[in-house]
DNA sequence: TTAAAATTTTAGACAAAACTAAAATATATA
DNA sequence: TATATATTTTAGTTTTGTCTAAAATTTTAA
């Protein structure tokens, strides 16, 4: 099939659309992503280009063909369905899962990652509130909107999911017990700073900036 | 941290040493495992030497040093663990457990392989009758006697493991409802060719060669 | 015990995936 | 619009793991 150092580069430039309007890439951006050349870069997009997972045009930039975008979305599948098990079964906290996932994902096998998905019971999102696809690629949408976004105070609220992954940030939420699925409340908004005073589930309240609300999904 | 080709080398290298009696291991058999040329052999030995995983005299042979026996153990640890995964709690054959347990094995995370363990309750043996080695290295031992070598008949026997651990074996034991754990009585053995007329579960009759009988272990 | 056969090693080459340095092209700005 | 800056590509190297062919060594057997 494909080798690990092109699946990377898959999921890379898949990651790199979802946050940008452009379904074309640049190397830099591509560069950047993976802590690589954009020598490197280019090298690589040569093999994917002649594999038909990417179009490309020299200097403008490539974007995923169909079968590109595919493979992009069953890799994240799997990874996401890793970590799934990793924190359901195996009782990893949501900050440790993504490097071994990041690993796991690249197992062949096709039988092995439906059974996953049928043993963890077709979970619709992972430990971090993102989307897993089903067998055909497809998402579950949701409706979520940023912490920072939310006016009402006093409202319950449920926490759905994140905006950064960095096991820094996971960690800090960690501590003071945020995590998808906790019931939260805006006690007040201060607003030179938008920081918000929080209780988190009956625990005592807490105060948290706006940088950091910014990266926290809920329920609208 | 070591590449896939250099665990892989060092499988090959332990499980060579398990069939005969010699520790030292020559160059063609590790090529002939592997299915790979001498010289490839030549070149990995070298590098796994300067690791100290290997020691080795030109023209002579090498063997595991300590490090290299305790990396090569883990390994089958790893591998094994996963083997009891997929068949326990994914539910594949025991005859299709081994491709993906071997990619498997190459993922590192100490803390995953601990959990795992845990996860699946501590098992001593794998789905095809093998002995699990413990953190430390360690393998439970027991006693178990080749089908072949059985002379009482009418004894009730429990079946432990295999000594081949080809697929098309382990899906001809399938077809005759042969597995671990499985209950037989030999009914009668022919003399002049060693075949055996066994009985299994509670089902009809069935005859084996003395082939087959010959790698299938069971509790004395 | 010496010649033939088998094994092992060396030498040289190749593909994958990365790098640096330099050349080519595109974009931004004065 | 012309030039400076940024990006992209090319060219040439490196490392890993493999290969084939040939040389060196060991083993087998006449």
Same mark, same amino acid.
């Given at each position: 099939?494909?080798? @690990?150092?092109?699946?990377?580069?898959?999921?890379?430039?898949?990651?790199?659309?979802?946050?940008?309007?452009?379904?074309?890439?640049?190397?830099? #951006?591509?560069?950047?992503?993976?802590? $690589?050349?954009?020598?490197?870069?280019?090298?690589?997009?040569? +093999?994917?280009?002649?594999?038909?997972?990417? #179009?490309?045009?020299?200097?403008?930039?490539?974007?995923?063909?169909?079968?590109? @975008?595919?493979?992009?979305?069953?890799?994240?599948?799997?990874?996401?369905?890793?970590?799934? /098990?990793?924190?359901?079964?195996?009782?990893?906290?949501?900050?440790?899962?993504?490097?071994?996932?990041?690993?796991?994902?690249?197992?062949?096998?096709?039988?092995?990652?439906?059974?996953?998905?049928? /043993?963890?019971?077709?979970?619709?999102?992972?430990?971090?509130?993102?989307?897993?696809?089903?067998?055909?690629?497809?998402?579950?949408?949701?409706?979520? %909107?940023?912490?920072?976004? %939310?006016?009402?105070?006093?409202?319950?609220? $449920?926490?759905?999911? %994140?905006?950064?992954?960095?096991?820094?940030?996971? +960690?800090?939420?960690?501590?003071?017990?945020?995590?998808?699925? %906790?019931?939260?409340?805006?006690?007040?908004?201060?607003?030179?700073?938008?920081?918000?005073?929080?209780?988190?589930?009956?625990?005592?309240?807490?105060?948290?900036? @706006?940088?950091?609300?910014?990266?926290?999904?809920?329920?609208?």
């Amino acid at each position: 099939m494909f080798t @690990q150092a092109e699946e990377n580069y898959l999921k890379a430039i898949y990651k790199i659309t979802q946050h940008t309007a452009d379904q074309t890439v640049s190397t830099k #951006s591509i560069a950047d992503e993976l802590g $690589t050349s954009s020598a490197s870069v280019t090298d690589m997009i040569k +093999k994917l280009t002649d594999k038909s997972l990417l #179009s490309y045009e020299k200097y403008y930039g490539v974007s995923l063909t169909r079968e590109g @975008q595919k493979l992009a979305i069953m890799l994240l599948r799997k990874h996401r369905l890793w970590e799934v /098990f990793l924190h359901d079964k195996l009782g990893f906290n949501w900050d440790e899962v993504h490097d071994v996932a990041e690993q796991l994902e690249h197992i062949q096998s096709y039988l092995l990652i439906e059974r996953l998905d049928e /043993f963890l019971g077709y979970p619709k999102f992972d430990p971090h509130g993102d989307p897993i696809p089903n067998e055909n690629g497809n998402f579950t949408y949701r409706n979520q %909107v940023s912490l920072s976004s %939310v006016q009402e105070t006093g409202k319950k609220l $449920t926490m759905l999911g %994140v905006r950064r992954h960095q096991a820094d940030f996971l +960690k800090y939420l960690d501590s003071i017990h945020l995590k998808p699925g %906790v019931q939260l409340t805006i006690l007040s908004k201060q607003a030179y700073d938008q920081s918000l005073r929080l209780q988190i589930a009956d625990r005592d309240e807490i105060l948290i900036t @706006q940088q950091v609300s910014q990266d926290i999904l809920v329920k609208p």
